[in-house]
């Protein structure tokens, strides 16, 4: 075929997409009811059983619909935000937990004591629902939480003569971590990723806060964090039981952990079903304690009302009814995950024996910094951490330089 | 020794060939193992999920099949390399003595160009294995050989679930009309029809104006091209909130047009084809004026048919920044319509907040590439052409 008569296929074939393809208007049922638009990033299996929850919430508010709708996850936020510029937004939305305050403090979305919110809201899990706690009010409704725990391959314990546990302690950590490392062997106890949120986990068993209670003022530079900073510093470079996955291009925490090179990693339980495919032997143990005892970092999503929206009241109505005990022990079981809702903890059976340490993990969960640019606040902090573990700074120097910083670019803006 | 023809027999160019074979045979067989294993896993991998229930059950039974057929796979690259071995060996004995150093610069850079053909597909060949595991191996490399990436419990479920045929997706399709929309092959139609239609417009606008920037006389015209060029200064980062705007207001919010509009003025295409026709001699278009030749016949008989490698390469550029153009697209989809989902967007669904399914985002990629692989292989020529044409300008 010469090239005159493909372009003229191509052409043909072109026409005829147009001709099939370019109608995008869809059939909407017009059942006279009011529609609330529920913006949300849950996968396939999530939204079936938000489907269901809708339908049972429906049967209950007749003349209101909930449409579901699912935006990808990695653009929620420019999504909200031009979408909320040019008044497109939703009725309500499930977002990223780090990204309420930035809502809230654009004066985006409802205070929930306009509904009483006060009254129901000691039905949360405290560590979640704190992240949508801006300037004394609440914002988002905790929806899904998760954290993350320190995960072990009970095969290089009992290969180093070890019991397959996870030290209760650093100190034990560090001592455990000596017998577990064979560096010519490429094998580590532990590996770390190089962000805030992950290393949270290090700064909580210190008590170490990153941000003071009234949100002014940068508690990095406490001796607390330094402490805490320190401890993952001489992991590297003192007691060497670190593989360096924190440097850039490095096998990462979880390549390593599934490929037995790295011995204990935190990871979170969305990773449970991924790492039984795997069929290598694990366990999950609590985080080692520090001097505040063991601890971790909060993960997951809030849902939040916006502003604009003529009936928040529903919204409100529905986002707590789904959130409720009932509704969060289904949605737990169905789907192997952790409960936001204190009622769900005594209602959830998992046969998981890994689950029942991250709900025992997820009770000792402290609140993360609040902040409105959740993002800058890593890329103040990550690099200075990155300068310590090095070996270019000392842990005092750079958390002295982050809270300045912080201080300066985040809470005094 | 002396040959019949009086040239030495080098003991280093013998050193050399023995060199060049050790590296022929590693290549030979760990290339050709992996390319057997890779076609038998996927003659498996379908036939394991025929007649099979649709779910988890169908990797033990795919996996046995694989460990059976290992002698098989290593048996045909050992089969292989032997024949290449000994093709190679009596190549270099029947070749005459003073042309045995021609011989070996040219194995040397044979082998040379297989690596870099190794490296250059290693990411596809990894997209293509990876698009066959079952979750949570994707990760996990073989302990006991590195380089076998070829999944040995292949598995049909990622293009099931990213083609939403598998017993889930066709459960939850049947209730929701809607539901039944939300499948690649809509994200995938729609990409090709925002793109190709973009492309096309992009290309004849931008051949129109360049036209009239390189060979009309019209007053201020460097100035106006200035402060056109000066445009591109702007990141087009800045523009996306207003135009937005503006795509509202003009109520195309979640329609093809949307995807598009605020980007057919180009002005880097302007620039480009306007740098390619100052090329082009100006008597070419007086004689056709002086033949009786239109405006438009100018442009169409002399003009296009001249720039053509250049506006292909226009074409190709733009067909390539909308297939995969995620921010805009993103901002300007209407969710609740999966009509209005194209494929970056769709495939960014795949990622959860801390999760991403690799396998799914594997196969998924494996079908987004087939536009602008076949796209290349068709225009390449062209392309090259164009691109090193627009760079430089004497």
Same mark, same amino acid.
């Given at each position: ?97 780090s990204?309420?305050c930035e ?44 954290? %993350? ?16 546990? %996870? ?43 990153i941000i003071?209670?009234?949100g002014?003022?940068s ?149 993360n910094p609040v902040v409105t640019s959740y993002?800058l606040l890593?890329?103040? %902090? ?24 912080i201080?300066?670019?985040i809470l005094?803006? | ?394």
């Open positions: 075929m010469d090239e005159k008569k493909i372009i003229i296929v191509a052409i043909i074939a072109y026409l005829a997409l147009v001709f099939v393809c370019w109608d995008d208007s869809i059939d909407k049922t017009r059942d006279g009811r009011t529609i609330l638009a529920f913006w949300h990033t849950y996968n396939d299996l999530e939204e079936k059983i938000l489907k269901d929850v809708i339908k049972e919430w429906e049967a209950q508010n007749a003349s209101f619909t909930i449409r579901p709708v699912r935006i990808p996850f990695d653009g929620h936020k420019p999504k909200l935000r031009t979408a909320l510029t040019v008044g497109q937004g939703p009725d309500m939305a499930r977002v990223d937990w990204f309420v809502l809230a403090r654009k004066n985006a979305v409802v205070d929930l004591e306009t509904f009483n919110f006060s009254q129901i809201r000691g039905q949360y899990l405290k560590a979640p629902l704190e992240t949508g706690l801006i300037d004394g009010k609440y914002y988002g409704i905790p929806d899904q939480t998760t954290c %993350v725990a320190m995960f072990y391959n009970k095969k290089m314990f009992v290969d180093a003569g070890l019991d397959p546990m %996870v030290p209760p302690t650093w100190e034990k950590f560090i001592e455990v971590g000596k017998k577990l490392t064979d560096s010519s062997r490429g094998q580590y106890a532990f590996a770390m990723s190089n962000t805030l949120w992950w290393n949270l986990p290090f700064f909580n068993t210190f008590g170490a806060k003071s209670a009234d002014k003022k508690e990095l530079n406490s001796d607390k964090a330094i402490a805490a900073l320190e401890l993952m510093a001489s992991l590297v470079n003192e007691h060497k039981i670190e593989a360096g996955a924190w440097r850039p291009g490095a096998i990462s925490p979880e390549q390593g952990f599934v490929n037995g090179k790295y011995a204990m990693i935190l990871m979170g339980p969305w990773n449970l079903a991924k790492f039984n495919n795997t069929k290598m032997d694990y366990g999950v143990g609590l985080i080692p304690a520090g001097p505040a005892g063991t601890s971790t970092n909060v993960g997951g999503t809030d849902t939040v009302i916006f502003k604009h929206s003529p009936y928040a009241k529903e919204c409100y109505d529905f986002l707590t009814f789904f959130t409720n005990a009932k509704n969060q022990a289904r949605w737990c079981s169905e789907l192997n995950q952790l409960p936001i809702n204190l009622g769900a903890y005594d209602l959830v059976e998992f046969e998981n024996e890994h689950l029942k340490t991250f709900m025992e993990q997820m009770k000792h969960a402290r609140v993002g890593e890329d103040m %902090v990550n690099p200075e951490m990155e300068a310590v573990l090095s070996g270019q700074k000392t842990a005092k120097e750079a958390l002295t330089s982050a809270a300045a910083k201080e300066e670019r005094n803006q | 020794m002396i040959s019949q023809h009086g040239g030495k027999m080098s003991p280093v160019r013998v050193f050399i060939f023995i060199v060049l074979l050790a590296a022929l045979i590693s290549i030979s067989y760990v290339v050709s193992g992996q390319l057997f294993k890779f076609g038998g896993m996927v003659i498996t991998a379908f036939a394991a999920s025929d007649g099979m229930p649709v779910g988890d059950g169908a990797a033990p039974a795919s996996a046995d099949v694989m460990l059976k057929l290992v002698p098989v796979f290593n048996g045909l690259a050992i089969i292989l390399t032997i024949a290449l071995t000994i093709l190679t060996v009596r190549w270099y004995i029947g070749t005459k003595a003073e042309e045995r150093a021609t011989f070996l610069k040219k194995m040397f850079l044979y082998e040379a160009l297989v690596i870099g053909v190794v490296v250059v597909l290693f990411p596809f060949f990894w997209m293509l294995c990876t698009s066959f595991k079952p979750s949570g191996q994707e990760l996990i490399i073989n302990k006991s050989n590195p380089f076998d990436i070829v999944p040995s419990e292949p598995t049909l479920q990622n293009f099931k679930k990213v083609l939403k045929i598998d017993a889930a997706s066709v459960a939850m399709a049947s209730e929701d009309p809607i539901e039944q929309k939300k499948n690649f092959g809509t994200y995938f139609l729609n990409s090709l029809l925002v793109a190709t239609t973009a492309a096309f417009l992009v290309t004849l606008f931008a051949s129109m104006g360049a036209y009239v920037f390189s060979k009309k006389e019209l007053p201020y015209k460097q100035q106006i091209f200035m402060l056109l060029l000066a445009t591109m200064m702007i990141p087009g980062m800045m523009f996306m909130v207003p135009q937005f705007f503006m795509i509202c207001q003009m109520g195309m919010f979640g329609t093809k047009w949307a995807m598009f509009l605020p980007h057919l003025a180009s002005v880097f295409g302007i620039f480009m084809l306007k740098q390619f026709m100052d090329t082009i001699p100006n008597s070419l278009l007086e004689a056709a004026q002086i033949d009786g030749a239109s405006e438009w016949q100018v442009f169409r008989v002399v003009i296009v048919p001249l720039a053509f490698p250049i506006i292909l390469t226009l074409f190709l550029l733009t067909f390539l920044f909308h297939w995969s153009n995620f921010l805009w697209q993103l901002i300007v989809t209407n969710f609740e319509n999966p009509l209005s989902i194209t494929l970056p967007v769709g495939l960014a669904l795949f990622r959860g907040q801390y999760t991403s399914e690799l396998g799914l985002i594997m196969s998924a990629s494996c079908f987004s590439i087939v536009p602008i692989a076949v796209l290349f292989l068709f225009a390449q020529r062209y392309f090259i052409e164009g691109m090193t044409q627009g760079a430089v300008k004497e």
